[in-house]
């Protein structure tokens, strides 16, 4: 994990940014995301 990430869900948050950017360059006009981190409010 990266020293600046505080837990795992913001590990696969940046882990989900990296790859919505690289799909973007990759030119996909669709992504679908899935994670197993669970979402607390």
């Given at each position: 994990m990266?020293?600046?990430l505080a837990?795992?869900?913001d590990t696969e948050g940046?882990?989900?940014l990296?790859?919505?950017l690289l799909g973007?360059?990759?030119g996909f006009s669709l992504?679908?995301?899935e994670?197993?981190?669970k979402?607390?409010?």
């Open positions: 990266h020293k600046k837990s795992p869900f940046l882990a989900c990296q790859a919505l973007i360059q990759l992504t679908i995301f994670g197993d981190a979402s607390l409010k």
